[in-house]
């Protein structure tokens, strides 16, 4: 019996910030005549497309600038909750939480043979009716907040024919570089060879806050804070320096600032 004709296509959401990271996974999803592609979006605007669509499995990135993926699960109530793959760039230590809470994951970067496996156990998930439930996301967010305790304080950093090395409450605020990162320590700038969003998981997050897809400061040297029209506003630092705060952080920003202080 051709079990693809027999039942209906399971209706598919992909949330990811990059597209790139999108159209890979959109691309393998379409040679799978089970599935079905709803929509896919970045993860400050999932909330609403998942409640518009009603998916019943969706591929999540953990680490989106505006909207984590464990925030946005966070915000759903369970009865909303689809099946859950996990994309993210975690570590083997934290990975062993997946596991243990029986949701699945792709380890970027993934090929293709795991992305069919996942996809297989996702789908077996939906015909079972198993989504992620609210107690397992629960004690998911505690073993991988326990991970992220263990925050760097400093950073070894090549320049040229030596190393320097950074103390983490030096750093004024790091700036995304592709692949890479800037660590803007007063007058100087050291490359690092990390992601943005894999150093964010390192640093304090009440100490270090990221206020746009490029850059993170640290907001003992924030000292102005200013509206623009639009609803934009500008975060200005003790040096003068002035970074763009994306609209959907503002609050979330004021209010960390509101503790600091």
Not at 111 to 126: E, G
Not at 161 to 177: F, K
């Amino acid at each position: 019996m051709n079990t693809s004709a027999a039942s209906p296509a399971i209706d598919t959401l992909i949330i990811d910030d990059e597209p790139l990271a999108r159209q890979i996974v959109r691309d393998l999803l379409a040679t799978d005549p089970e599935v079905r592609l709803v929509g896919e979006c970045t993860g400050s605007e999932a909330q609403a497309l998942i409640r518009q669509t009603r998916p019943a499995l969706i591929f999540l990135d953990i680490q989106m600038p505006e909207v984590s993926g464990f925030e946005l699960l966070a915000s759903l109530h369970p009865s909303e909750l689809p099946v859950v793959v996990f994309v993210t760039a975690y570590d083997q230590y934290a990975l062993r939480a997946f596991t243990v809470h029986a949701a699945d994951y792709l380890l970027k970067p993934f090929d293709d043979v795991r992305f069919a496996a996942a996809l297989a156990h996702a789908k077996q998930q939906v015909r079972a009716k198993q989504p992620l439930q609210a107690a397992d996301l629960a004690a998911l967010l505690v073993e991988i907040s326990a991970k992220n305790e263990r925050r760097k304080d400093r950073f070894l950093v090549r320049n040229g024919d030596h190393a320097v090395l950074i103390r983490v409450c030096d750093i004024d605020w790091i700036e995304a570089a592709d692949y890479y990162a800037q660590l803007h320590v007063g007058s100087a700038s050291y490359l690092i060879r990390e992601p943005l969003s894999d150093l964010e998981r390192q640093l304090d997050p009440a100490q270090f806050f990221r206020i746009h897809r490029s850059a993170i400061v640290n907001v003992d040297r924030v000292v102005e804070l200013h509206g623009q029209a639009q609803g934009n506003s500008i975060v200005m630092l003790r040096d003068g320096q002035r970074l763009p705060l994306s609209r959907p952080r503002r609050d979330e920003f004021e209010r960390l600032l509101g503790r600091v202080r």
